[in-house]
Each structure stands twice: as structure tokens, then as C-alpha cells.
């Protein structure tokens, strides 16, 4: 009996020294390839992507918002925010130059928030868009925000910039925007 209890008993530590040793290359190579995946794979806001076809809307993509009638104008900015986005939050005095300036064509806001929420957060920061719609951004092929679109009369994406925008990018873009907007 002595000899089964040893040869169970060495059975034991190498089964145990395996599972250690596998556990030890297997959690620090899963940490590294969870920490080397493209930021784009992990959303700025935690929103639903349920029915999203992409990250983001391509040029070319026709997007349908309730509520807006793209026909009305030649081009509508959508404006994709949250207010639990630090980079949104970051980014509203450059908004409230954009929706404060004036502009013939609407500028939309775009926000996972419900209305009173979305509101105060617009109200607070001096953003005063043409309309604000409430809705999950997977629906309009948002992954991330803050994301802007410029939608034409079709509601086709033309443009779209995506993140937070440099010092740089957001003085040339009142430029940029306010050439699309007329």
C-alpha cells in the first residue's frame, strides 16, 4: 500500500505543477493580447453596439435619425455625444462655438442619454443645436464618442471625424464646419 500512496502522491504534484505552470503562461499572455488590441475595439462610452454593422458610419453610409428630414437641407451636422464621455465633456466649448455660431444648415445632437438628461447636460455646457435626439447609437453606426457626421440632403455620411479632436483640428474644423454648414 505504501508504494500506490507515493506513486498517487508524486501523480499529484506533477498534475498540480502542471496546472500552475499553465496558469502561469496563460493569464500573462491573455493579459497581453487583451492590452495589445486596436483602441477602436473598446467604445469611448459604454454604449449598446447591438445591430451595428461598424464602429463608425463609412463615407457613403445612409443613417436614419427620427425626427430629422435630411431633404430639408444640403448638409446637417450630427453631432454623436455623451455626457458620460470624458472627451465629449472635454470638447464643449468647441460645441458651443460650433452650435453658437451662426449656421443656415441644422445641427443635430446625437445622445444615448434620455431627453431631460441629454438637455440639461446641452443646457449646462451652452450647446444649442437645432434638435437633440435621444436614441442607442449602435442604431446609427456610432461605436464610440464623440463621433461627428456631416449627413447630405440624402442622409448619406460625406464626412465624419471620430474622437476627440486636437486644439488644431477643432480651430481648422469651425472653419471646416461652417464652410459645409453655410
Not at 4 to 33: G, Q
Not at 61 to 69: A, D
Not at 77 to 92: G, K, N, P, R, Y
Request: hydrophobic residues 45%.
Amino acid at each position: 500500500m505504501q508504494i500506490s500512496s507515493d506513486r498517487v502522491r508524486r501523480i499529484r504534484v506533477i498534475t498540480e505543477f502542471a496546472a500552475n505552470l499553465t496558469l502561469l503562461i496563460a493569464v500573462p499572455l491573455a493579459v497581453t493580447l487583451w492590452l495589445r488590441q486596436p483602441k477602436a475595439a473598446f467604445p469611448l462610452v459604454p454604449i449598446s453596439l447591438a445591430g451595428a454593422a461598424t464602429q463608425n458610419p463609412e463615407v457613403g453610409t445612409k443613417i436614419n435619425l427620427p425626427g430629422v428630414t435630411w431633404r430639408s437641407h444640403p448638409a446637417t451636422l450630427v453631432m454623436a455625444i455623451s455626457s458620460a464621455c470624458h472627451f465629449c465633456v472635454e470638447s464643449t466649448p468647441f460645441y458651443s462655438q460650433i452650435t453658437g455660431s451662426p449656421h443656415a444648415a441644422p445641427i443635430v445632437v446625437v445622445m444615448p442619454q434620455q431627453q431631460p438628461e441629454a438637455r440639461a447636460f446641452l443646457l449646462d455646457h451652452a450647446i444649442t443645436p437645432s434638435s437633440t435626439v435621444s436614441l442607442d447609437l449602435g442604431q446609427i453606426r456610432v461605436g464610440g464618442t464623440p463621433t461627428l457626421l456631416l449627413v447630405s440632403s440624402s442622409g448619406t455620411v460625406t464626412k465624419s471625424w471620430v474622437g476627440e479632436l486636437s486644439e488644431t483640428q477643432q480651430k481648422s474644423g469651425i472653419g471646416v464646419f461652417r464652410s459645409y454648414l453655410g
